[in-house]
Nanobody, 120 residues
Framework: QVQLVESGGGLVQPGGSLRLSCAASGSIFNIDAMGWYRQAPGKERELVATITSGGDTNYEDSVKGRFTVSRDAAKNTLYLQMSSLKPEDTADYYC??????????????WGQGTQVTVSS
């Protein structure tokens, strides 16, 4: 069974940086796309950034130029480099993988979430 384990969250001052990681364990035949989402208290979960198997990326407007999504295909690991962090970036961040299994199934799984707090 595939599981995603996130790491890298924490408390950072405004203007600071953090790097989130999301590592998959288990058997994955082919990853279609991966992404980062976030959910602030009292708000709905929103897309932050995505990256396809071909390396195409997409960002939510408020993070463009500050966040960079990347992946290590060999390690089935997803990253989110966050710079110039703002208090409004405070949220729980979740990774998501969409992939094909060796038995031909298509799955979408989520990480457990990691908290990012931007505050002085």
């Amino acid at each position: 069974q595939v599981q995603l384990v996130e790491s890298g969250g924490g408390l950072v001052q405004p203007g600071g940086s953090l790097r989130l990681s999301c590592a998959a364990s288990g058997s994955i035949f082919n990853i279609d796309a991966m992404g980062w989402y976030r959910q602030a208290p009292g708000k709905e979960r929103e897309l932050v950034a995505t990256i396809t198997s071909g390396g195409d990326t997409n960002y939510e407007d408020s993070v463009k130029g500050r966040f960079t999504v990347s992946r290590d295909a060999a390690k089935n690991t997803l990253y989110l480099q966050m710079s110039s962090l703002k208090p409004e970036d405070t949220a729980d961040y979740y990774c998501n993988f969409r992939y094909h299994t060796y038995t031909g199934m298509y799955r979408s799984i989520w990480g457990q979430g990691t908290q990012v707090t931007v505050s002085s």
